[in-house]
């Protein structure tokens, strides 16, 4: 056997010993969402996300606008596209799972266990959509220690309801998610308005 043929066959053996690795771990991670939530906790939590309110439609729009196929897409789907890109964009499970109070390191409200975001948004995803996802997300997103969910911050920024916003504002609120600010909405004088 030539030095080549070795090294070729040397190195899909490690392509599948990696694969079969990888592909293990994430279904043993699957499997170990009851470990730090119980069944109860997580029916009321998917309780929680299917009964928020929704956003008015234009709202959707502009978010898949913001991030494509963002409410289409699984969280696999997403770490999949990340992979091939520079960009991992959190899909509206994984940022509820996040916010929520079970994927806290050892009961610190102020320390994320990824490893629980991500399992807790695996089992979100069994039960509810990304829009659904996204709904409970604004709703209790904390844009800064005084203002919580998107009615609160439509108010104080807008002096508006939710649903009186123009697209401009509904986009403000977008460019807050990623950057939130008490004293004013991110600059976006840059960008070309339609």
């Not at 770490?79 to 520079?86: A, N, R």
Request: aromatic share 14%.
């Amino acid at each position: 056997m030539t030095i080549k043929k070795k090294i070729l066959k040397f190195t899909f053996l490690i392509v599948a010993v990696g694969l079969i690795f990888s592909l293990g771990y994430y279904y043993y991670l699957r499997s170990t969402w009851n470990s730090f939530v119980t069944e109860k906790e997580l029916t009321e939590f998917v309780t929680k996300v299917k009964f928020a309110k929704e956003l008015p439609e234009r709202f959707y729009e502009l978010y898949e606008q913001e991030y494509p196929n963002i409410l289409t897409s699984s969280l696999n789907q997403q770490i999949g596209s990340g992979l091939f890109s520079k960009d991992f964009i959190k899909s509206p499970s994984l940022l509820a799972a996040m916010i929520s109070e079970y994927s806290r390191q050892d009961k610190d409200s102020t320390r994320l266990s990824n490893k629980k975001a991500y399992v807790l948004a695996w089992k979100l995803e069994e039960q509810t959509t990304q829009k659904e996802c996204l709904n409970w997300v604004l709703e209790n997103y904390k844009f800064d220690l005084y203002i919580h969910g998107i009615n609160e911050v439509s108010n104080f920024y807008f002096k508006k309801a939710i649903f009186d916003l123009s697209d401009r504002e509904l986009q403000d609120i977008i460019a807050l998610m990623q950057k939130p600010s008490i004293v004013n909405v991110p600059d976006r004088s840059n960008e070309d308005l339609h």
